[in-house]
């Protein structure tokens, strides 16, 4: 016959299991989501305005799949029954971020010559 203490403890364990398994499940469909190049309501991504060559025939957000990998289980608050998914790896959240949110980029030299590079090359096919 199982116990009170027991069945309490089983109860508890199940309640911790179900939260890992929830933390994962929702990392794997934030990752089908990528793949699916659908955001969380099905909706298809708009395709890129630009295209460079390496991009090229490439799912948005997969390139190198930088951000993709770094979709992990952050916490798992088991006093508040809580899990948080997100991304913890440096540069990959400041890319995230500019990306969903906008924010302020530093042009660096080699950036400007890129764009120089750019602009006359399309000049020129005109």
Do not use: C
């Not at 298809?44 to 930088?66: A, F, M, S, W």
């Not at 913890?88 to 010559?113: L, R």
Request: glycine share 6%.
């Amino acid at each position: 016959m199982t116990t009170f203490l027991e069945a309490k403890s089983k109860l508890l364990q199940a309640f911790q299991d179900s939260l890992r398994v929830a933390g994962v499940e929702t990392q794997k469909y934030l990752q089908a989501k990528i793949d699916a190049q659908t955001d969380t309501k099905g909706n298809p991504y708009k395709p890129r305005t630009y295209e460079t060559r390496l991009q090229k025939g490439k799912k948005i957000l997969k390139d190198r799949n930088n951000l993709y990998d770094s979709i992990e289980v952050l916490e798992i608050n088991y006093a508040e029954m809580s899990v948080s998914v997100g991304i913890n790896t440096p540069g990959i959240a400041d890319y995230a971020t500019i990306h969903n949110e906008g924010g302020e980029i530093v042009v660096t030299e080699k950036m400007k010559a890129f764009f120089w590079a750019k602009y006359y090359e399309a000049e020129v096919q005109t």
